[in-house]
């Protein structure tokens, strides 16, 4: 059939008569594109077999399933920094409390309350004595920690392995966080010794999140935000 048709074209292109061998090719050429149409036709009608409705089957369970446990294991991942971020909340707002209420300790008042990373899964909970016998004036002097003069109230490690605590930018949190200090009595806030005195603002954000993690931008991440802001507020953005 195919020499056929190639003698067809060659013919209609040269311009010739058509001879009875030609006449004799276009009959069969037509007869062959009808069966093979009415094939076609027949194949479009049939519908799928039952082998490739269970084959279908099978491949959206497979795609469900796998969404599935991938949905419930990023919510219980979710909810497992949910509380690691909870546990560093407490911890923070204890020592905001602490200068709120100008607690002493070890009988001796204190110039301030604050936190310290040690690194993104340990940190301290510090206070700054005297070391005039005084508190120095607000705002003067290093609000940060000092191991050589500061007082360890606790030493605290997150407790879930599968998490890391960090600062920087929810495109980029791979810093290890800040210090803060709660200073006496209002209490004011410094953040790597800086205090909000123009009403400027500063904020100390700790990102909870898994060591894969790259950024924390994404709402199905596992990831929480615990923010820290100069005017004392506290408080989790999941």
Request: hydrophobic letters at 40%; glycine letters at 6%; aromatic letters at 10%.
């Amino acid at each position: 059939e195919h020499s056929c048709v190639a003698r067809l074209l060659c013919i209609f292109y040269m311009v010739r008569p058509l001879s009875n061998t030609c006449i004799v090719c276009s009959v069969r050429f037509a007869m062959y594109t009808k069966v093979t149409m009415s094939r076609f036709r027949i194949y479009l009608s049939a519908g799928f077999s039952l082998i490739e409705m269970l084959v279908v089957i099978a491949i959206m369970t497979l795609i469900m399933s796998i969404s599935f446990f991938s949905f419930r294991e990023t919510a219980r991942n979710k909810n497992a920094s949910n509380q690691v971020a909870r546990e560093l909340m407490s911890d923070i707002t204890n020592m905001r409390s602490r200068a709120l209420s100008g607690s002493a300790l070890n009988g001796m008042a204190m110039c301030g309350y604050g936190i310290h990373f040690e690194d993104t899964t340990h940190y301290i909970l510090y206070a700054k004595p005297p070391q005039t016998g005084t508190c120095p004036e607000p705002g003067v002097g290093d609000h940060n920690y000092n191991a050589t003069t500061d007082n360890i109230i606790e030493r605290k490690i997150i407790r879930n392995s599968s998490f890391v605590v960090t600062a920087g930018t929810p495109a980029l949190p791979a810093q290890t966080p800040k210090d803060v200090l709660f200073e006496p009595p209002h209490p004011a806030v410094y953040i790597n010794n800086f205090k909000d005195l123009n009403g400027v603002g500063s904020v100390q954000q700790y990102f909870v999140r898994m060591p894969s993690q790259t950024t924390c931008l994404l709402t199905v991440d596992p990831c929480t935000t615990l923010r820290v802001l100069t005017s004392g507020t506290v408080f989790l953005d999941n």
